[in-house]
């Protein structure tokens, strides 16, 4: 099945097989596609960096600054698998609903006694599991993935608030919470993971085969499967992969809040997708970068702290953030209006 | 294959039938809390089965996924077409309901609010807690019990459009700015319901004041994440917290002084009184001076200029008497 | 009778899904009348139709959208009847009310209008563009009444919102039917409808043929927004308040009722009498469900399977068909 956004209007021709071709040959020639965006993420959030420590001298101190890190760990960790899913040409809009059940999983064999390398493969399997039936439906189903995942949402919702039944499951153990709040050698252990979870997805796009095949497949499905990429078995990975990491983003979340409730997750999904187009990701997929992406969840964060810090309410939050979405990709689309080249 | 479509047609009809026919004998009575699945309505919920099986009647309780105003309003039609002798609601939004209020009056549905009020509409009348002026006050009060009457304090609340909530906080300000004109109030927040907002709201109030002396978090909803921010933050025991939240959820971070004090009541008794209320309105009876609750220790006022029947003065927890209660 | 039937079917995939809608409503019917002895009383019509249609005029504009291709998608639908209510609220005490109805309604065009240069002249990606300016709207929406609903309606307003004529809702009636009849006879009997359908299909082969795609899109979107608007008068008539939140949630329910009732995701299928009849099957579950008592949870879960083998089935469908030829 097409990736949900086929290629661009009438004139602009698709990024082709030859330039999986190329990336294998010149690595440099894929990032190059992003790195403008980086720089200009990176620019923004210097400036809006600066204004915010005009604007209040709190927010340049080390612990604000370790405590937004430390409040971007679960987005960044599921917006590195949301990169790869949308760079594949997919979509999850469902991510909310794995983190949330596989919270409730986590919630549960804690309650039930288990210790916490038991209570992880089982939370990190439940969330791949979850995403790997997102991955079936997107293939073996033919369902587009933004109604996939969609459905997959109300599923997992209906799901979470049957288990949960009412009763927050409260006072869990917060075993694994020095991975996020703690320190190693001065480093926030936040800051640690982070590298780790980048690391490993960076590696899995760039240095493996596997990396390939989800280029290739975002670029174009029917080449890829013309070149002989398993394309169906790599969907299903990718959706575990993202289902799998939203499931350590559980385990975190029960670490640092000892606490499994009803709302976990709404808003997960959307601002995993906004940063990670603010990353220079392109929805239609076959161009994507987890250094933008981390950016993207960085000066999201950064600008709901600053906020904060200045004393504006939060609801002007998502207008914010919205409005420089808006911003970002009107001068992309602009700069690149003459660029054949699909962005 | 006829013979078994015919036998399971004819026991489903006599199934609903059945349902049909003990539903003419009870009185039913149907609960809509603002919200389905947290603990504060699980206790309610509780307290009004007690009361169901006590007195007889049949209890139901069903809340929408989100707190919506026409979510809530489906499931509170539903139950007046159900034909509900009783219905009780705790309003997301008040101006939704009110339409749908004054028509279930109209069809001789008695309407009463239980929890949070529906002011302006036709309800035979609101079972409080406790006022929700005195609410905002004690909390405020409690809070400059421990840091004086100078200082900065930040609000945190869920969604900015539940009006119980909006009431506390208002009550809150009137008080700061009548009574203790030095108490700063320097943000009002607001979640998405999850704790990890609340956390992060508790962090970053805490990081813009550094000199800040109090937070209260006016949803049950915000309680895990403030209590959280302050161990997180190391701030235990130099700032005082405090929400509208059920010990169960909380008594962790009460004993070890993340929280310092909760304000609440007893969910379970208003649970327990709104039951008896609906049965005692739906019989015919009137409410006079003095208000005995039949398995209710509490002390039930009812004030007859107000319509309001009210449970008792709110209850105040902290480490010293918060390990009694199990809610 | 079946195999003609079947072949008949085969050639047109949205009367096919018609009939299938149609024979799930029926069948819902059936089993929520099984459910609850209250399912099937007088009172469950208006009490039923009464939530159709705002979400109904969202899920037509949202087929229209979807129909152009694009591939096209309005997810900014739920926060323009929110804005557009808090400015009609607004504007009430200066204007009266039905002048500030009418201007909400323009405001909803334009709002519209946004979205569609966005999409169709910036060449931003539908998804992410409506996606950016749902969290724009949203947010004035909030941020400028602080959430407090707003009331001042004067009474007589209530007439669209909670009237109704010889038992059937008012805002259905008056507003959704013709509303449906009109984009109906627009898709199928006019030239607009065929260049719609044109541009959904194969953009490309449309474009070449003359019609101005980019027109035929941006002006689809402003149509979203005004349906939008008008859903969020409806809105504001039933509540005699304008809440800021008014239409959370709305665009994801209104994607669903498109693509349940047959619309393509990707353009070029559907119609409104299917969008019409799937808000109508999902506005019974919902409501036969609630009259059983049983809980929204369960509710959200029915319509995410209702939706995910909707569109499996025609994958489904189109593999058995073709081993079968």
Known sequence: MEPFLRGAAPAAPRLLSKDLVMAKTNDLRLTSLTATREMILLCAILLVGAAFSFASPYFLTPINLIQTLRAALELAIVSAGMTLVIIMGGIDVSVGGILAVSAIVIGKSYQAGMPPWVVAPIGLGTGAILGAWNGWLTTKFKVPPIIATLGSMYIFSAIMFIVIGGAWISGLPNTLSPLVNGAVFFIPSAALVILFVYGTCWILLRRVPFGRHIYGIGSSEHSAKLVGINVDRTKIITYAILGLLSGFAALLYVARMRNVEINIGTSIALEAIAATILGGTSIRGGVGSLLGTLLGVVFIRIIQNGLVLIGVSSLWETVVIGGLLILVLAVDAIRNRNNLRTQ | MNAILKTAAISLLAATSMIGATQAKDIRIAFVPQIQGIPYYVAMEQGGQAAAKKFGVTYVQQGPTTTSGADQLRIFESFVNQGFDVVAVSPDDVESLKPAIAAAKAKGVHVITSDADAAGSERDFYVAQAKDQDLGYTILDEMVKRVGEEGKIAIISDSPTITSLNNWIAAIQERAKTKYPKIEIVSVDHTDGTAARAFQFATDDMTRNPDLKGIIGIASTTCPGIGQAVDAAGRIGSIVTTGFCSPNTVKDYVMSGAMTYTVLWNPTDLGYLTVWAGKEVAEGRKFGDAIKVDGLDANVQWLADQNILLLGAPMVFTKDNIEKFNF | ?325
Request: net charge positive; aromatic share 6%; hydrophobic share 55%.
């Open chain 3, 1 to 325: 009778m079946i195999a003609n039937l079947a072949t008949r079917l085969q050639g047109d995939p949205l009367r096919a899904r018609l009939l299938l809608l149609i024979g799930l409503w029926l069948v819902a019917i059936v089993v929520m009348s099984l459910l609850s002895p209250y399912f099937l009383q007088s009172s469950t019509v208006p009490y039923l139709l009464q939530y159709v249609p705002i979400l109904g005029l969202l899920g037509l504009g949202q087929t229209l959208v979807i129909l152009a291709g694009g591939p096209g998608i309005d997810l900014s639908v739920g926060a323009i009847v929110s804005l557009v209510g808090v400015c009609v609220g607004a504007l009430i005490s200066g204007l009266g009310v039905w002048p500030a109805c009418a201007l909400g309604i323009v405001l909803g065009g334009l709002l519209g209008l946004v979205n569609g240069v966005l999409v169709n002249v910036l060449r931003i990606p539908s998804l992410i563009a409506t996606l950016a300016t749902m969290f724009v709207y949203g947010g004035l929406a909030l941020a400028s009444t602080q959430g407090k609903p707003m009331g001042n309606f004067p009474a007589e307003f209530a007439w669209l919102g909670q009237g109704t004529t010889l038992g059937l809702p008012n805002a259905f009636v008056f507003v959704l039917l013709p509303d449906a009849v009109i984009l109906h006879v627009m898709l199928t009997r006019t030239t607009i409808g065929r260049h719609i359908v044109a541009s959904g299909n194969d953009d490309r082969a449309a474009y070449l043929s003359g019609i101005d795609v980019a027109r035929v899109r941006i002006g689809l979107y402003v149509l979203s927004g005004v349906l939008a608007a008008v859903g969020s008068v409806i809105s504001m008539s039933w509540f005699l308040s304008a809440r800021p939140d008014a239409g959370t949630g709305m665009e994801l329910l209104a994607v669903t009722i498109a693509v349940l009732g047959g619309t393509h995701i990707f353009g070029g299928t559907g119609g409104v009498p299917g969008t019409i009849v799937a808000i109508l099957v999902i506005t019974t579950l919902q409501i036969g469900l609630q009259l059983a008592n049983i809980s929204a949870a369960w509710q959200l879960g029915v319509i995410g399977i209702l939706l995910v083998a909707s569109v499996a089935s025609t994958g489904a469908f189109k593999a058995i068909w073709g081993f079968k030829r």
